[in-house]
């Protein structure tokens, strides 16, 4: 394999410093924006410029789970001021690579608030689009399987049984493959969800008996619960 030449290395490294920054400065002025301005206006905030970059785009993903487990209803506009930010920013603000990252799971996000807002077709073209975003860059696996998650919850919703289990089955081999143990359980999660849906009542069963071991290995008490 080539090594990436001395100019692109220091392209990625003044980026990651660049986005450690970001994520210091984040939390407090997404919070304190989406507080200051009325549900109804909070897609003008796509045109702040303290919130057109990788931090904020991070703490607004984290606001939009938030809203999911809360207020589903508040996740569409807030995935909405997401995919909007994510597609404007500038193709040089970072590397190809992130850039592609930031708009997949923007729109990953998107197809989230969709589907949990019953706009299950409208997810799914989310879900195809972060695909799409993704498929140029061979080293973003982990990606495409966090991806893969949400195609499987939203293909369900389809009754297209087969393809959402083999998206999430594919997903955790990757999750397994990089020690991502949390997600990887997530997706076993999903998995006997689906097939309690289909009414393979003991494989569920079974499945979530092993699940409960692993969730106490890895120690996630919400996941136990």
């Not at 993903?61 to 999911?68: G, L, M, T």
């Not at 799971?105 to 989310?126: G, I, M, P, S, V």
């Not at 999903?190 to 494989?203: D, F």
Request: one cysteine or more.
């Amino acid at each position: 394999m080539k090594a990436p030449s001395p100019k692109r290395v220091a392209e990625f490294a003044a980026a990651a410093r660049r986005i450690v920054v970001e994520r210091i400065n984040a939390a407090d002025v997404v919070t304190q924006l989406l507080r200051e301005t009325p549900r109804e206006e909070w897609l003008s905030l796509a045109d702040r410029t303290e919130l057109q970059n990788n931090g904020a785009l991070e703490q607004i993903s984290r606001e939009i789970d938030r809203a999911i487990a809360r207020q589903p209803q508040d996740a569409l506009p807030l995935s909405l001021v997401a995919t909007t930010i994510a597609d404007s920013l500038p193709e040089d603000q970072y590397p190809a690579v992130v850039i592609a990252q930031l708009r997949a799971h923007a729109w990953k996000d998107r197809a989230q608030a969709l589907t949990f807002n019953e706009k299950h077709e409208e997810a799914l073209d989310a879900v195809g689009r972060a695909e799409r975003l993704l498929e140029p860059f061979g080293t973003l696996a982990h990606d495409r399987a966090v991806v893969d998650i949400t195609k499987g919850r939203v293909l369900q919703h389809f009754e297209r049984f087969d393809e959402a289990l083999a998206a999430v089955a594919s997903a955790r081999k990757v999750f397994n493959q990089h020690g991502d143990s949390k997600r990887a359980l997530l997706c076993g999660i999903t998995e006997g969800v689906m097939y309690y849906r289909l009414g393979n009542y003991a494989r569920a069963r079974d499945l979530f008996r092993r699940l409960l071991t692993i969730g106490k290995v890895v120690g996630d008490e919400f996941s136990i619960a």
